[in-house]
């Protein structure tokens, strides 16, 4: 009963190089990797932390991991956020320590101090949403996104902060093989000349637009990199596998959703596991133990 997706993408170029929205297209014709829109939870955390970044934080900054209470108005009560680790606090500790062991209430609090105005642009920017209340609970991945969107988001960081959009064509041509659609728009001078005079090789612009600066990228994809090495996806992935890797692991509320999203250099990869009708995979499953080991293999 348990479904699925995988995205696997060219980070700079968007190009989508394999995907799969389900266990079984005979069984179902549901794309759970473009369709399905459902709650990101911590793997949505690297958009906060990059805006703190934006905004005069450094990886080595601290924020309070601590309880946190917020009045949501008359006759709605006190909200109050938790960690996975219920009753654990690490008090004043480092962004990039925080995002390693994916605090909840740390990333409360940050997102609380930088202002929720300010901090839902960025996701906004990078195309994970086209609109994003400025809820507070919402800097805990609770507003729901697609899978497509939420890799693409993340092969911004990777390529260094350029927009990019996810393609499944490459090129469309007419019958008469007259290209009359391509995905990549650059024009090449020089590339069709008949001969080779010693030229040099036609360069290509980039027209990617930049959406971040490049050292938030440089220093979210450090961090991401940390998660792999020392936090929540440390057992899963990150001695098994040996080359450079980073990434993120997502657990939405009573593990309803669990994500892993995670990149080399030239590859991102993001994995998505959860009932079609949303229930709980069970009160020990997380991003760490579901989703991670279907990236690492």
Known sequence: EINGAIVVMDPHTGRVLAM???????????DRAMQAKRQPGSAFKPFVYATALDNGYTPSSKALDAPFELDQGPGLGIWRPENFERGEYL?????????????????????????????????????????????????????????????????????????????????????????????????????NDANWNGQEEPLLADTREQIIDSRTAYQIVSMLQGVVQRGTAAYAVGAQIPKPLAGKTGTSSDAKDVWFIGFSPDLVAGVFVGFDNPRTLGPHEQGATVAAPIFRD
Not at 100 to 120: C, W
Request: hydrophobic share 35%; aromatic share 8%; charged share 25%.
């Open 20 to 30: 799969s929205g389900g266990f079984s297209y005979a069984s179902s014709q549901y």
């Open 91 to 191: 008090g004043d500790t480092t962004l990039r320590r925080g995002l390693e062991l994916s605090r909840n209430l740390m990333t409360v609090h940050l997102a609380n101090d930088i202002g929720m105005n300010e901090m839902v642009k960025m996701p906004i920017r990078f195309g994970v949403y086209d609109k994003l209340p400025t809820l507070l609970a919402n800097s805990l991945g609770s507003y729901e996104t697609t899978l497509m969107r939420l890799v693409t988001g993340y092969a911004e960081f990777v390529n260094g902060g350029k927009k990019v959009s996810a393609s499944l064509v490459d090129r469309i041509q007419d019958r008469n093989g007259k290209t009359i659609w391509r995905h990549d728009e650059r024009k090449c001078e020089g590339c």
